[in-house]
């Protein structure tokens, strides 16, 4: 990673995948960034490379299983190792089709606007439904600042907002921890938490694509990647936050966009949406939940189900959904234990959660500032829907998050009306322009 490291492709490739071809996977505007200097590098280098492979610019390449079965007959065809050139879908699509043939690949990135280069799995939409599918990180990557600095500003934007949820999502590992759910691996916490305010702290040279800000923002993506990789799932990475955007996702809200809605702009909203709901939640005592009550209304598996199922109307999202749920249910003695341990570590768990996050203010500040979506009404989205996306985020999946703890103790529903109420931070926002790529 570093200015002028385009040059250095070509070499990398040597080292790390000795012997092999090369066939570079591109679109036609990731070739213009980069593709040029990536052959000459290669050349230079001696290494023999099959003619480039350039997918259209217009549509914007689709990360799809038909793109990725495309490339998968690509290489299954020429022996040759790949190496992708562009940002998050080509890159996820490359890494899928070279996982199903046992090939390594290189990946240099053309823009700092996921956190995916240098994490196993990719996010492929399989029939329909955006998912997360299980494959090999590339075996080196390439990140060329100044290559990644010249993209268009909402890529940076996308980045930033895909980064940012790592604070929501630190504080929901800190409670899941605290509740002895899923514990804190401390080396892998460093890995992301170290670098992020670096990463967010210069959101004006973001948008004007300065260097240096490009590169703290490039290292807190990378790190936060490799983080993924080592502990082997995304916890270190994602959190509720992140469940917004996959339900816009699920949805397919925004995928037939002439630039399509982008994976960082949701997160950076449900970022946003959830350090909103935390100001709320550090404020109240869960210390003082009366759990006998609680347990009296406790939901039978079937009354959860039935819940899960009323929020979902989508029936593709419905069946994934009730399957998430039915993997964080507690029979009532469980919950029993729970809903105790809440009331104990919470004056605590309250101070450290403090501690982690950052007012919506200053979230909302910084997203406005790097040019991402900051108000739900700019992706054409209203308040009483984002209000349903609160409880809907918090069935799409197992992961455990404060929405769940707040679903437990009983509290979910008050404290997200009191987002929406008079005083509330979404009461009275006013709506903002739609997004457009010149605004
Ligand atoms: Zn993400």
């Not at 591109?26 to 480039?52: F, H, M, Y």
């Not at 009532?332 to 101070?351: C, H, M, Q």
């Not at 069935?395 to 009983?410: C, F, H, K, N, V």
């Not at 509330?424 to 709506?431: A, D, E, I, V």
């Amino acid at each position: 990673m570093g200015v002028g490291v385009l040059d250095q492709t070509g070499a990398t490739f040597a080292e790390y995948l000795p012997g092999m071809r090369a066939v570079i996977i591109a679109d036609e505007n990731t070739w213009a960034a980069a593709g040029a200097g990536v052959q000459e590098s290669l050349r230079a280098a001696g290494i023999d490379s099959d003619e480039p492979v350039v997918f259209p610019g217009q549509p914007v390449l689709f990360a799809d299983d038909a793109m990725v079965l495309r490339v998968r007959d690509i290489l299954a065809a020429t022996g040759a190792a790949a190496v992708s050139v562009g940002s998050g879908s080509i890159n996820d699509v490359v890494k899928n089709a070279s996982d199903m043939v046992g090939r390594p690949y290189l990946s240099v990135c053309t823009a700092a606007s996921v956190d995916g280069y240098t994490a196993e799995g990719a996010a492929i939409t399989v029939r329909g439904v955006k998912s997360t599918v299980t494959c090999r990180a590339p075996i080196a990557v390439v990140a060329p600042i100044d290559v990644m600095a010249a993209a268009p500003s909402r890529l940076t934007a996308t980045g930033l907002g895909d980064l940012f949820e790592k604070i929501p999502a630190g504080a929901d590992w800190l409670v899941s921890d605290a509740l002895g759910i899923e514990a804190v691996d401390w080396d892998v916490w460093d890995l992301v938490q170290g670098p992020l305010q670096d990463a967010i702290a210069d959101p004006d040279g973001l948008r004007r694509g300065d260097l240096e800000a490009v590169e703290a923002l490039s290292e807190g993506l990378q790190m936060s990647g490799l983080a993924i990789q080592v502990h082997g799932t995304s916890r270190p990475a994602s959190g509720a936050g992140h469940h917004f955007s996959h339900q816009w996702e699920m949805e397919g809200y925004g995928r037939d966009w002439a630039i399509p809605l982008s994976h960082g702009f949701k997160v950076g909203l449900g970022t946003l949406a959830m350090c909103a709901l935390y100001e709320i939640v550090i404020g109240i005592d869960l210390s003082s939940i009366d759990v006998e009550s609680r347990l009296v209304a406790w939901p039978t598996p079937a009354q959860d189900r039935a819940r899960v199922e009323a929020l979902q109307p989508a029936p593709i999202i419905r069946e994934s959904a009730v399957r998430a749920s039915a993997e964080k249910y507690l029979p009532p003695d469980a919950a029993r234990e729970r809903l105790e341990r809440i009331r104990r570590v919470w004056p605590e768990l309250r101070f450290r959660l403090a501690q982690q996050l950052m007012p919506a203010s200053e979230v909302e500040d910084i997203l406005r500032r790097v040019g991402a979506i900051h108000h739900p009404s700019q992706i054409g989205v209203s308040l009483e829907q984002l209000r349903t996306k609160y409880f809907q985020a918090q069935t799409i999946r197992a992961r455990y998050t404060i929405l769940d703890t707040l679903e437990e103790a009983g509290v979910l529903t008050d404290v997200v009306d009191r987002l929406f109420a008079p005083g509330g931070y979404w009461y009275g926002r006013s709506p903002e322009p739609r997004w457009t790529d010149a605004s």
